[in-house]
């Protein structure tokens, strides 16, 4: 959600996301609206609001509250400080802005027959919540442990057995899914390696990258398409995995 772990710079995206470091909850947010997250967040913990009836809730909410109101949803309190092992170029914990979550559940599109993997998923707010949006199996790629042990938490307390967290850098993983998701992300030597791996993924299995400010427009291997939001590019492969692999 932050960014490809392990990789350089917040990116353009940066300027589109209505929460600073360390201010995910707005204090504009007002008390009825918080109410109103407080009561979907009991109906999310028993199971009751999920898929296409949590996103019409979601839809309801302004749309300036939107992230805010998930935040309060999903009882996401500001991150810890980022720590000083961060590698060479490693960028501050930054959060996705909900609605750009919301495309990618819709224009991927993933579904209950999917695993999406969040690289650098910060807090875990994309892993749960697109799980809960699509029921789809999703997993946490993090290289800041205090924030995969936020996410492991959170998503403990909703019982959400189907979304996992990894404390790794994408750049090491061997990686396996159908939607891949990067947000703020890596440049250079380390977003390559990142490509790599994925490319190793596509010879294996038909995948989708979704990836939030970023353009990929030298990977020979990917074919981009339009989305519905401005800020996120759909990635395929232009080529079909083998028969077999």
Known sequence: MPRCAGCDRPGPAA???????????????????????????????????RGAA??????????????????????????????????????PYLPCGVDEILAV???????????????????????????????????????????VDRARTMSTAFGLTAVS??????????LDGSVFFLYAPCNGDLLARVVRRLED??????????AVALELPDVPWLAARITSSAALTLYEPRVRPARGG
Not at 62 to 84: H, K, N, Q, S
Not at 165 to 174: I, L, R, S
Not at 201 to 210: G, H, K, L, S, T
């Open 15 to 49: 300027s589109r996301d209505p929460h600073p470091r360390g201010l995910l909850r707005s204090a504009a947010v007002d008390d009825s609206l918080r109410l109103r997250a407080r009561a979907a967040r009991a109906e999310v913990a028993s199971g009751a609001l």
């Open 54 to 91: 949590l996103r019409e809730r979601l839809r309801a909410v302004p749309f300036g509250d939107r992230d805010a109101w998930v935040d309060e949803l999903l009882g996401i309190e500001p991150p810890p400080p980022d720590g000083p092992d961060l590698p060479r170029g490693a960028v």
């Open 105 to 147: 559940v819709q224009d991927a599109p993933v579904g209950p027959d999917d695993e999406l993997v969040d690289l650098g998923s910060g807090l875990g707010r994309v892993a749960v919540l697109v799980h809960l949006l699509s029921g789809a199996r999703t997993r946490g790629i993090e290289i800041q442990a205090p924030l």
């Open 165 to 174: 967290f990894a404390h790794a850098n994408a750049a090491d993983c061997e």
């Open 201 to 210: 993924v596509a010879r294996r299995r038909p995948i989708v990258i979704a």
